[in-house]
């Protein structure tokens, strides 16, 4: 049987859960709360469930490979909480390792010959 705790996307699950999950805490701990927090808040919970295993089994292979050191739990995790609570600063991390990877092929290419 297949153990979740094997894939991606179940560490990107938790981090999206995480993320979503704390927004809930000041929508509906705190005096203030509007229903239009706790809208947004439900929101952002529904966009990390779904997003965070999406982005996690997506992105962390190519992370992983790029930087050896890194567990893969660690790294899906970290991709599902950002894709879940910045999305802008996940597109710029993928941004950075795609350029980081041409930039590598590239300057191999020009070694070679």
């Known amino acids: 049987m297949i153990d979740p705790r094997d894939l991606p996307a179940f560490w990107g699950f938790c981090g999206g859960l995480i993320a979503g999950g704390l927004g809930m805490i000041p929508a509906y701990g705190s005096k203030g709360a ?31 490979s790029l930087v050896k050191v890194l567990d893969f739990r660690a790294v ?8 879940a609570n910045d999305p802008r600063g996940f597109f710029n991390l993928v941004g950075r390792i795609i350029k980081a990877g041409l930039k590598a092929a590239v300057e191999s290419k020009e070694a070679s010959s």
Do not use: D, Y
């Not at 947004?40 to 996690?56: D, E, H, K, T």
């Not at 899906?76 to 894709?83: E, I, N, Q, S």
């Open 34 to 64: 509007t229903p239009e927090a706790r809208r947004r808040a439900w929101l952002s919970l529904a966009i990390g469930v779904f997003a965070g295993p999406v982005a996690a089994e997506a992105a962390t292979s190519s992370i992983v």
């Open 76 to 83: 899906a995790l970290a991709v599902g909480w950002m894709a």
